[in-house]
Nanobody
């Protein structure tokens, strides 16, 4: 059973930065296209971006140029560097395989507010 643990969230002012981390159980991580998702209050979970096993990335338009996804396969880690954060980025952030097929972790709360 794959386990996913997200961390690094917090309260930040608009324009600030955060770096989220995702630790995955090692057995399947290296071969998986991974993704970051987020769920804002009262909204459905949405895709933020993806990263292939060889680190080809894609992001949704709303975060393009501000967020960057990376991974370290040796450490079974994935990261989300978030810059120039906006209040509308406030959400619980989750990591998972791109199809969302692994058991969801608890996520990490990101709050952007002055």
């Amino acid at each position: 059973q794959v386990q996913l643990v997200e961390s690094g969230g917090g309260l930040v002012q608009p324009g600030g930065s955060l770096r989220l981390s995702c630790l995955a159980s090692p057995r399947f991580f290296v071969m998986a296209t991974m993704a970051w998702y987020r769920q804002a209050p009262g909204k459905q979970r949405e895709l933020v971006g993806t990263i292939s096993p060889r680190s080809t990335t894609n992001s949704v338009d709303s975060v393009e140029g501000r967020f960057a996804i990376s991974r370290d396969n040796d450490k079974n880690m994935m990261y989300l560097q978030m810059n120039n954060l906006k209040p509308e980025d406030t959400a619980v952030y989750y990591c998972n395989k791109v199809d969302g097929n692994w058991r969801w972790g608890e996520g990490t709360q990101v709050t952007v507010s002055s």
